[in-house]
C-alpha cells in the first residue's frame, strides 16, 4: 500500500493520465512491472550473449576489445599510483626511466628485467591479449613482479590512460614493443595487425609528442620488412619497398610514421629491425617453440622448402644478444627536441638491424632440436606457403656494431640448448605442454 502511496504522490506529467487507486489497476500496475523487468533481463542477457560469443566468431574483433577495454576501465586510485611510482623509480636520481610496451611479451620481459637489474626504473605496459596462451604472458608477469616491475594491463591505444602514465612520472624513455607479431597470422586477422602495429604506434607518438619533456623512443621493427629483397647481407639501407606480408607491410608503415613524427615534432626515434629472436620464454607461435612442442608430442612438424628443393633459412637471433642490443640503442639515444607538440630543432632518427649475422636453415634448426630431445621428429617437408614467408634473412649488423658495440655472441645450438632446458623445466618432460 504504501509502494502505491508513493506511486500515487507522484506529480502526473501534462498530457498523461493520472493513476488511480482500484484495485483493477493495481493489478494492471503490477502486470506491467513483471512485463518490464522481463523485457529488461532479456535485453541485458542479449548484452551480454552478443559481447562474449567465442573468440572465434565473427565478433572477435569487437569482443576483444569490448574485454580490453573492460580491463582499461579498472586502473586508477592512490594506491595504483603507488605501485606505478615505485616501479619508475630509478636507483640513482639521474637514472633512466623507461615505459616499456608489450611487457608481458617475450622481449618485453626481458628487456624490462634487464633495464631493472642495471637499476633503471621500469614500468611495463601490456593488454594481456590471448593472441598465444595468456597464461605464459601472467607467468612473465609474477617473474617481472617479483624484481619489482610492476605491469599496468591496457592497450595502447587507450590514449587517456597513456597521457595519465605520463602526468605520474616523467618518462625519459619508451621502449615500445607492444605488436601484433606472426607473420603468417597476418592473413587470419589482418584488422589486429592494423590495431596495434599502426593505430597503437601512432596512438603512442602522439601522447609522446605531446607530453613534456618529450621522451627519447627506441621501438621494435622487423627483418620483414626486407621482404623479397634478394641482396644479402641485408643492410639498413637496402630497398624495404615490397613487404612480403601484412605484418612486414605494418612494420614498414611504422618506420615511416616514425619518419613523420621525428620530422615534424622533433621525436627521437630509432627502430630496431629484430631478426626471428627466440629463447626462454619465447613466444608459442613461433616455428622453434611449437616444432619442441610437437616432436615431444610425436606429432609431425611441417618444415618448408622453396623451389626446386630450396633451403629456407632465417637469421635466428637469441634473446640475450637482442636485450644488449635494445639497451644499447636505449642509452645512445639523444633527447627528442620539441615539447608540448612543438618541435625546436632537428631529432635522431634511426634504424638499426639486430641479427646474428648467420643464417641456419630450418631443416638443420631441427636436428639441433631432435639432438637436444633425443627424439626423432616425423619431418613433412612441404612447399613454402605463399602466406608472407620469405625465403631467407640475413643481417648485416655493421650500423649497430659502430653505434653501439653490438656484437652477438650466442649460436643456434647453444641458444637453442637453453631454451629447451627453460621449456623442459616450464612445461614439465612433455605432460604439461605448450598450448
Ligand atoms: O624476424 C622477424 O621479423 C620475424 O621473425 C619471426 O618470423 P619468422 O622468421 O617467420 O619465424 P617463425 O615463424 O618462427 O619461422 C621460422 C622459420 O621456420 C619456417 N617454418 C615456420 C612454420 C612452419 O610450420 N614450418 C616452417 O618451416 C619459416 O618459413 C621460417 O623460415 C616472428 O614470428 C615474426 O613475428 C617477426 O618478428
Redesign the pocket.
Same mark, same amino acid.
Given at each position: 500500500m504504501s509502494q502505491m502511496k508513493h506511486i500515487d504522490n507522484t506529480p502526473s506529467t501534462p498530457g498523461k493520465f493520472k493513476i488511480e487507486k482500484s484495485p483493477y489497476n493495481r493489478l494492471r500496475l503490477q502486470f506491467s512491472l513483471a512485463k518490464i523487468i522481463f523485457w529488461s533481463l532479456v535485453f541485458v542477457g542479449l548484452i551480454f550473449v552478443f559481447f562474449y560469443r567465442s573468440p572465434s566468431s565473427s565478433s572477435h574483433v569487437s569482443s576483444d576489445l569490448f574485454r580490453r577495454s573492460l580491463r582499461t576501465s579498472s586502473y586508477g586510485g592512490p594506491a595504483w599510483e603507488k605501485k606505478i611510482k615505485a616501479s619508475a623509480k630509478p636507483r640513482s636520481s639521474n637514472g633512466m626511466c623507461v615505459l616499456v610496451t608489450g611487457a608481458a611479451g617475450f622481449v618485453g620481459t626481458h628487456v624490462s628485467a634487464a633495464l631493472k637489474r642495471r637499476g633503471n626504473g621500469v614500468l611495463g605496459l601490456d593488454n594481456f591479449n590471448d593472441y598465444y596462451d595468456p597464461s605464459l604472458k601472467r607467468a612473465r608477469q609474477e617473474l617481472l613482479e617479483r624484481s619489482g616491475v610492476y605491469i599496468v594491463e591496457a592497450d595502447i591505444n587507450d590514449a587517456t590512460l597513456l597521457k595519465k602514465l605520463f602526468e605520474i612520472v616523467a618518462f625519459t624513455h619508451v621502449m615500445h614493443l607492444a605488436a601484433q607479431?606472426? =607473420? %603468417?597470422y597476418a592473413m587470419e586477422n589482418p584488422s589486429s595487425y592494423v590495431h596495434s602495429n599502426i593505430a597503437g604506434l601512432v596512438n603512442m607518438l602522439e601522447v609522446c609528442k605531446s607530453v613534456n619533456p618529450q621522451p627519447s623512443i627506441v621501438w621494435a621493427s #622487423? #627483418? #620483414?620488412v626486407y621482404g623479397l629483397n634478394t641482396k644479402v647481407p641485408f643492410s639498413e639501407r637496402d630497398r624495404t619497398d615490397q613487404p612480403a606480408s601484412l605484418?612486414a607491410a605494418t612494420?614498414k608503415a611504422g618506420e615511416e610514421i616514425a619518419h613523420t613524427y621525428n620530422h615534424i615534432y622533433g621525436l627521437s626515434i630509432t627502430g630496431l %629491425? $629484430?631478426? /626471428? =629472436?627466440y629463447g626462454p620464454w619465447g %613466444?608459442p607461435?613461433? +616455428?622453434?617453440?611449437?616444432f619442441t612442442r610437437d616432436i615431444l608430442k610425436g606429432k609431425s612438424?611441417?618444415? $618448408?622448402e622453396a623451389a626446386n628443393h630450396g633451403t =629456407? +633459412? %632465417?637469421d635466428f637471433t637469441y634473446i640475450d644478444d637482442i636485450v644488449k642490443g635494445c639497451l644499447g640503442a636505449l642509452d645512445t639515444a639523444k633527447k627528442s627536441t620539441g615539447s608540448g607538440g612543438k618541435k625546436k630543432g632537428p631529432a635522431q632518427l634511426r634504424v638499426f638491424n639486430l641479427g646474428n649475422t648467420s643464417p641456419v636453415p =630450418?631443416s638443420d *634448426?631441427v636436428s639441433i632440436l631432435e639432438k637436444l630431445l633425443k627424439v626423432k621428429a616425423k619431418r613433412l617437408i612441404?612447399k *613454402?606457403p605463399r602466406n608472407g614467408?620469405v625465403q631467407f /634473412?640475413h643481417a648485416n649488423i655493421s650500423l649497430a656494431q659502430k653505434e653501439f658495440g653490438y656484437k652477438p655472441t650466442t649460436d643456434l645450438q647453444t641458444g637453442l640448448k637453453k631454451f629447451v632446458r627453460w621449456y623442459l623445466s616450464y612445461y614439465g618432460n612433455g605432460k604439461k605442454s605448450a598450448q
Open positions: 607479431a606472426g =607473420v %603468417r #622487423s #627483418s #620483414s605484418y612494420k %629491425r $629484430f631478426f /626471428t =629472436v %613466444r607461435d613461433m +616455428a622453434y617453440f611449437f612438424i611441417p618444415i $618448408f =629456407v +633459412a %632465417r =630450418v *634448426l612441404m *613454402l614467408d /634473412t
